[in-house]
Structure formats: structure tokens, C-alpha cells
């Protein structure tokens, strides 16, 4: 008799000890389980907060976001209209030739095979100094003092010098004039043979080219033939 209860304890105890055993393991992978959920949780948040920025693909034709540029293209999709790739512009990125140029930026390279073949752009903020593609706008404050034919930069376009406008430049033909500057002088060879005009801070006394925008508080005087480098000029006077 007493050989069987031992031998009824020891079965008992070696079932306890299984089941512990299975506890432990199931106890194991659900904490596992617990711990390696939430790991998803980051690559579904960047998603929903790309989409609620407005970062992705959008149809062609679809208006682009303000502040965004388009920086690849496929063919695929949106019924087989295409789609382009809007993302929020920075300092110092390729655009696609169709992207919109956000103020105050400009274009500085340009790749004639980029963006799925339609011409991509580098597109940066401006800076005293900087050679940019015949296309980019000049931005408030700066000028173009010197251009180099197709071949010189951009890949087969033009290329122009940009400086912040200061007093005593020479600058091409084309060029904008600042708010509170004139020309008084020109040089038809300047510029690689476009023409260049001697822009200076306006002032009393000046002799100032024709056709040169007169900043306020001024007003032109008597004209005299020999200025403006014998194009004919008017005195500039305080009004």
C-alpha cells in the first residue's frame, strides 16, 4: 500500500511540474507577444503623418500643395494619366521641369534626362555669388552680373551670374533693378556681348540712363545728350 501512494505522489508531482513548465511557456510568448507590438505602431504613425502632410503621389493635373515641389514621375496609375511625387521644398533639391519654383528659390543645375525623362532642376536658396540656370527667376534683392552660353552649367542652358544688388555693378541687359537704383551708364559689349548697364544707389545729381525706373522721391531734371555713355540722360533731383 504504501508503495503505491508513492508512486501515485510522484505521478501527481511530475504532472504539476509539467504544467508548470507549459505556464511558464505560454506566460513567455504572450509577454513576447505584448513586447513586439507595439514595434509596428512607428512605420504606421510616419505613414499616416506623410499623408495628413501631404507628402505622395497625386494625379497629373492634380494642383500641387503651396510650398511643395514634384521630384519624380510615373506613368503608372491614376487610370493611366500618370501620377508625380509632391514632397515640401527645401535647400538644395531635384525637381521635376513641370514642379512649381516656390519664392525665393531658384535653379542652379538641370539634368535633361532626370524625373523619368521630363528634365529635372536643382533647386536651392540663393546666395551672393552663384551661377543659376537661364530659367530661374531672380529673387527680390539680387542681380545678374555676368552670362555664359549654353554648355557653361545647366546642362545645355544658359547660365547667369546672380550677386545681391550693391552699389557700382555692372549688370546685363535683362537684369532687374532693385527698388532705390538707376543706371547710369552702358556698355554694349558687356555681358558676352547681351549689354551691360552701370547700376548705383540713386542720388541727387546723378545722370541717369533712359527708361530707368525712378524710385520715389526723386524726379528727373534737365536731359543731356552725352549720358548714359551717349544714349542721352536726365539729372536725377529730389522731388
Known amino acids: 500500500m504504501n508503495g503505491l501512494r508513492h508512486r501515485i505522489r510522484g505521478r501527481l508531482a511530475s504532472l504539476a511540474g509539467a504544467v508548470a513548465l507549459l ?4 506566460a513567455g510568448l504572450t509577454a513576447g507577444t505584448a513586447n513586439a507590438a507595439p514595434a509596428a505602431a512607428p512605420a504606421r504613425a510616419a505613414v499616416s503623418a506623410q499623408a495628413a502632410a501631404g507628402i505622395g503621389w497625386i494625379c497629373n493635373g ?3 500643395t503651396p510650398g511643395y515641389v514634384l521630384t519624380s514621375h510615373t506613368n503608372s496609375g491614376c487610370n493611366g494619366a500618370g501620377m508625380w511625387w509632391q514632397t515640401p ?3 538644395g533639391i531635384w525637381t ?6 516656390p519664392a525665393g528659390y531658384v535653379l542652379s543645375g538641370h539634368n535633361p534626362t532626370g524625373c523619368d525623362g521630363y528634365d529635372s532642376w536643382y533647386m536651392r536658396l540663393p546666395v551672393d555669388g552663384l551661377w543659376t540656370c537661364g530659367t530661374s527667376p531672380i529673387p527680390p534683392g539680387y542681380v545678374i552680373t555676368q552670362h ?7 546642362a545645355n542652358i544658359d547660365a547667369w551670374f546672380m550677386q545681391r544688388a550693391r552699389d557700382g555693378l555692372w549688370v546685363c541687359a535683362g537684369s532687374p533693378i532693385p527698388p532705390g537704383y538707376v543706371t547710369t551708364g552702358h556698355n554694349i559689349n558687356g555681358c558676352g556681348g547681351i549689354g551691360s548697364w552701370f547700376e548705383v544707389v540713386a542720388r541727387p545729381g546723378l545722370l541717369v540712363c533712359p ?3 525712378i524710385p520715389p522721391g526723386y524726379r528727373l531734371g ?6 548714359c555713355n551717349g544714349l542721352g540722360g536726365w539729372y536725377l533731383l529730389r522731388s
Open 23 to 26: 505556464t511558464a511557456v505560454l
Open 96 to 101: 521635376c521641369a513641370t514642379s512649381p519654383i
Open 148 to 154: 555664359a552660353g549654353s554648355g557653361m552649367g545647366c
Open 222 to 227: 534737365n536731359y543731356s545728350g552725352s549720358g
Open 62 to 64: 492634380a494642383p500641387v
Open 211 to 213: 527708361n530707368v525706373p
Open 89 to 91: 521644398v527645401r535647400d
